[in-house]
């Protein structure tokens, strides 16, 4: 995406390259990029800008994917949902155009409709997709685990090995790899973080290993991770049945230890 952004002619001496090609007794040669560097400050914001200037220009020709692309995508991923699959089909269609234009090229499709993948060429299919394989293909969107046969929202955790050490640092690096961002298992997580507050408030040292009562609650907690797989979030709210008006619900509360916040459609 960033290789696809032209830097102004006038702004490319701030990113130039020195190269002697390991010879420390020669004059270096210099090289200026041309195109967008990673690890610039500013690229992410560059390459959203204009993949939205792209989408605003060519509205009128591309209307379902600027919408796609104004609301619904995030640096270089876009998930949206339509009404059927031929609507779907459009989009991909439309979608494949737009970025066509700022010669970015679309790959790693997927959807919860067979038909729709059916359309989409193999080469630019996400690879985790085998129609007809007996496999549930799950993929990872925004670093989120989805089912798409199923459509549902999983969440994924390794098991801790057997010569685990109970430390802080340990514990902490564990609880982090359970990435939960929309809250799915906040109340499970929640009790990790309680555990590690007082391992903070008992003093123990980053490599310290627990000793105490603590300890068998936090092996209890390891234990419980295997049963994460069995959560499963469907990714649709949408009832069957028409829907007469909606109502936003929300519920708060707050202890000496955590507060929470969730949130229903009535």
Known sequence: MYLQIEIDEQDRSHFRLLWRDLDPSREPDVFEFNRVVFGKNSAPMESQFVAQENARRNQDRYPLAAE?????????????????????????????????????????????????????????????????????????????????????????????????????RNVLRKVATIFDPLGFVCPYVIVAKILLQKLWIRGYDWDDEVQDEIANKIGDWFEQLQSLKAAKIPRCLRSPEPVRSKRIVPFVDASQQAYCAAVYIR
């Open 68 to 168: 796609t692309v104004l609301k619904s995508t995030y640096m270089d991923d876009s998930i949206d949902s339509v009404e059927n699959d031929e609507e779907e089909v459009e989009l991909y269609r439309q979608l494949k155009a737009l970025w066509g234009i700022a010669n970015m090229h679309v790959r790693k499709w997927i959807s919860n409709s067979p038909k729709v993948i059916e359309a989409i060429p193999i080469e630019e299919r996400a690879t985790e997709i085998v129609i007809n394989s007996g496999q549930d293909p799950v993929i990872k969107t925004l670093g989120i685990s989805w089912n798409s046969t199923e459509d549902l929202f999983t969440v994924t955790a390794s098991l801790v090995s057997p010569d685990f050490q109970t430390t802080k």
